[in-house]
């Protein structure tokens, strides 16, 4: 067999070499596109359900919510075990299915129960389940701050509110286009909100409710549309702005008509621009700033969809507003190359120290063969 292996590698010697060059064509292509990586994912087969109760405490999140979801998901095929966690107006509820499940297959069982699970739910809980990430998956952090003394369009100075408006409307979008990545979380600054702030008083004073005045700003905050006018062959679309763009807008609902005389919402109560309530911060060096955090995609390379991120934050920068800073925090491409690094040279010392030692050793077999002559 072997004679004949050898006869026909030289007989067709060219038609070798040609394997022997495409051989190591594919290698040097796999090594490109080899994934490394400097920590592994051992993380198990998990999939998270996130229901946001605004106003509802760890117990009453516990009783009405955790609990029906975590016993609606018992008899999965598959399913290991399931954990859960109930805060100030969050429940969430993490179920581990047995090892070498598909997530894609695991996801789909979840999102069968979720439509049996939101009719035991109190009304307006919406449980949604979280991103197909692990505990490994942040693999980028940047940071979002305004020169200090630089100001906005208006004259006035960067706030968090309106740091948090380039972040989620102008960085954001644009970072969630990056292949590899399917989230991106943000920790600081504040929601831009339009606040009402009835006063009791004067509802009772011309008799209007709080759900009349929920129902009026409701009702005057939607766009309609009615058809079309054909004209000369052409077809002119006719719809009714009605959506609310500013606070005058929103002063001038009318609620209800009180002897003849409109009532509107400047009348019972105060309309501001407000910023929604929070349970944490983002400092760095000291000063509060905004910070968001890349999520990556399960089974994707880390390495890759980070630098993605990095070379995508460049061409972000010019578009950012006069005054805001855009600066990386933490970049896993850089923790996976200094990796990297240290495994070439731990390598490499260990291969010149064994290539000294068996040099050390081959002259000393050398010398004792000639001292027995």
Known sequence: ?????????????????????????????????????????????????????????????????????????????????????????????????????????????????????????????????????????????????????????????????????????????????????????????YEKQYHVTPSPKKLLEVGVSLEELVAALRANNANRGAGYIERNGQQLLVRSPGQLKTISDMEQVVIANRDGAPVTVKDVAEVAIGKELRTGAATLNGKETIVATVMMLMGENSRSVSQAVAERLEEIRPSLPEGVLLETAYNRTTLVDKAVATVEKNLLEERCWSSLCCSFSWATCALLSSLRR
Not at 2 to 16: C, F, G, H, N, T
Not at 74 to 89: I, Q
Not at 131 to 146: K, S
């Open 1 to 189: 067999m072997i004679d004949a292996i050898v006869r026909l590698s030289v007989e067709r010697r060219y038609l070798m070499l040609s394997m022997i060059l495409v051989l190591i064509g594919v290698g040097v292509w796999s090594f490109q596109r080899l994934p490394i990586d400097a920590v592994p994912d051992i993380t198990n087969v998990q999939v998270q359900i996130n229901t946001e109760a605004p106003g509802y405490s760890p117990l009453e999140a516990e009783q009405r919510i955790t609990f029906p979801v975590e016993t609606a998901l018992y008899g999965l095929p598959k399913l290991s075990y399931t954990r859960s966690l109930s805060r100030y107006g969050l429940s969430q509820v993490t179920v581990v299915f047995e090892e070498g499940t598909d997530i894609y297959f695991a996801r789909n069982l979840i999102n069968e129960r979720l439509g049996a699970i939101k009719s035991v739910l109190p009304p307006g809980m919406e449980p949604e389940m979280g991103p197909i990430a692990t505990g490994l998956g942040e693999i980028f952090m940047y940071t979002v701050d305004a020169i200090p003394g630089a100001t906005r369009e208006n004259g006035e100075p960067w706030d968090a509110t309106a740091l948090r408006e380039v972040q989620d409307w102008i960085i954001r979008p644009q970072l969630a286009q990056v292949p590899g990545v399917i989230e991106i979380n943000t920790i600081g600054g």
